[in-house]
Every structure is written in C-alpha cells, then in structure tokens.
C-alpha cells in the first residue's frame, strides 16, 4: 500500500497569509492612492501633503468603513503609521546635534519639556480627556502629526480614539502651515539674524518640513541652524513616547489586557537608525530611500485614519484640539523667545 503524502509543511500558514493579505488589499490600496493624490497636489493649495491625505481621506470614509476596506485601512491607520514613525530616525545623527552648542540643544530640550508639562494641563483646562491633552502636547512639543501618531500608538484605545488623533492632526498641520509662515516675518520684525531666527524657527515649528523650508525661505544659514535644533526635537519623540507608554501600562494595571508596551518596535528601530546614520554606517542613496519610505508610510497612515471618519464626526471635537493646540503654540513661542533673549545677554 502506497504512503499517503503528507501536506506540505507550512502550506496552512501560507494559504492563512495569503487569505489576510487579500483581507489588507482593498484598504490599503485606497489608502495608497489617496497618499498618491496628495503627493501629486502637495503644495497647489499652499497646504502640506499631510492635510491632503487626512482631507481626502475623510472625503471618501463614507465609501471606505463597514466594507472589504474596513481591515486595510485598520491596518494602514496603525501599523503602516508606526514603521513611517520609526523610519524618521534615520533623519536624525548626534553630530547634527552636538554642532550646534550647549545653548541651543538646551533651549530645543527645554522647549519640548516645557511644552508637555505645561501644555497638557492647558488641553485639559480647556475640556480634553487625557488621552487628547497628551496627543496635543506631544504634537507641538516634538515634531507634528509624526509625534501625535507615536504617541497614540502606545495609548489605549479608549484614551486615544481615531476621532481624536485625526482631530490633532488636521489642527496641528492647520496651525503649523500658519506659523510657518508668519514666523520668519515675526523674526525678521524682531530684529533676529539668521542663527537666531534658524534657534526660533526650529525650537518652534512642528513639522520637520515646516521647520527646514522656513528657515531656507530666509537664508542658508538660518535654514541648517533650524534644521538641526528641529532634529533635537525629534530626538525627544523616543523618550517621551517611552515615559508615555509606561505611564499608560501603570493607569491600566498590571494584569489587564489593555497594556501597552513601554518599548514598541518602533521606538526600537526609530533609535537604531539614528545610530546607525549618526555612525556613517548607512550610504547616502541609502538614508534618502528610508527618508522617502518613512514620508510615504506616514502619509499612506494618515490617509488610512481619515478614511476610517466623517466629517461630522471630526467637527464634533475638532474646536477643542485647535484651542489647546493654539494655546501651545503660543507657550512654545513665547519660551523660545525668552531663551533667545536670555542667550543673547549672556
């Protein structure tokens, strides 16, 4: 009697990867094309291609949820966003930030510090639950939407819902576009030169892109110096989204199944690719791809998470992120300022 042939070892594990895969597609090859429709428009409507993809996702949530691509754009709004997070580490080297001197890495860490411990108690003063309070701080402490999406990343759900995040971000690129603008007419009315106002722009902008492209808009010199003190920043994100999952971990109790972890893989990989940059061990042609990869993931998220809303929905809590974030804002200014001040008479 023949042998009857056994299946082959890991078939089963094959055909339930290629089932879930199938599950992603639709999602996220929405989410891809919006990415690819707000990259294609970025800058025609003098805004980012972030508020693009977040705007022309909500457009088509009412498409999108309760369908076939319900669990791409689930999978998009989470785990696409974190690779995109841990990806920026790659813009980030320790020789960019010692270059700049111990007043000016001071001054970037002091404004990040000062920017959560005060600006949380402001969004929860004007109405936020902790979860938003801490999404706003983060957002305009650290660098934007990227820090907002790190953050929410080791939150609970219940703390940090998809309304909420989309919310910040929409607000937070919404200010940042404003700010980017009127702050290098606010320097040059003040007086500031080319490092002084690269110190302001960079310590005070969110986005790493806002950042750079203001300061280059006024000088050369301003734009490095911007650059590297919106770095210092970023290199805050780690830490803080670690402290930020701890304390989430302690609130939700040790033997509940909403723990967060204090480590996600995408703080881990965010660090390594910093050492590795900062240590000249990944090739140029090598950080410009990653740079590149880590633009489309967070864009491909962000347009997962909106398509994941309505409209409606966002408006019913949307004025509450924009006057904490305002609120922020204008703290981040006015200490970065009174640094610049206190450094020139030094």
């Known amino acids: 009697m023949a042998p009857v042939p056994s299946p082959a070892i890991g078939s089963g594990t094959v055909a339930t990867a290629a089932r879930r895969a199938a599950g992603y597609a639709p999602g996220l090859l929405l989410a891809v094309a919006i ?161 002084e106002i690269g110190i302001f722009l960079g310590a005070t902008l969110h986005e790493v892109v806002q950042a750079v492209g203001a300061g280059f808009s006024v000088s050369d010199p301003a734009g490095e110096t911007a650059t590297a003190v919106k770095l210092i920043r970023v290199a805050c994100l780690a830490p803080v989204v670690i402290l930020v999952g701890w304390a989430a971990q302690r609130r939700v109790g040790g033997g509940s199944t909403a723990r967060v972890p204090i480590l996600p893989y995408f703080l881990v990989s965010f660090a390594a690719l910093a050492t590795l940059s900062s240590l000249g061990l990944l090739p140029q042609y090598g950080v410009d791809a990653l740079t590149e990869a880590s633009r489309w993931c967070l864009l491909i998220g962000i347009a997962s998470l909106g398509a994941k809303l309505s409209f409606a929905r966002l408006c019913a809590v949307g004025p509450r992120q924009m006057l904490a974030l305002l609120l922020q804002s204008v703290l981040l200014a006015a200490f970065a300022l009174a640094a610049l001040i206190a450094m020139s008479r030094g």
Do not use: H, N
């Open 35 to 195: 990415a690819w429709a707000a990259r294609l428009l970025d800058g025609t409507f003098a805004l980012p291609s972030v508020f693009l993809a977040l705007a022309f996702g909500m457009a088509m949530a009412g498409l999108a949820t309760r369908g076939p691509a319900e669990p791409g754009l689930e999978m998009g709004s989470r785990g696409v966003l974190r690779l995109g997070v841990a990806l920026l580490g790659v813009q980030v080297t320790f020789a960019d930030l010692a270059g700049l001197g111990l007043g000016s890495f001071f001054l970037a860490v002091g404004a990040v510090a000062v920017t959560l411990c005060a600006g949380y108690p402001l969004g929860r003063a004007v109405g936020l639950g902790r979860g938003p309070a801490l999404l706003a701080a983060g957002g305009v402490a650290i660098c934007g939407a990227s820090a907002i999406l790190a953050i929410a990343a080791v939150l609970p759900k219940k703390e940090a819902g998809s309304e909420d995040v989309a919310a910040t971000v929409a607000a937070v690129t919404i200010l940042g576009t404003v700010a980017m603008i009127a702050y290098p007419a606010l320097g040059a009315a003040l007086g500031l030169g080319p490092t």
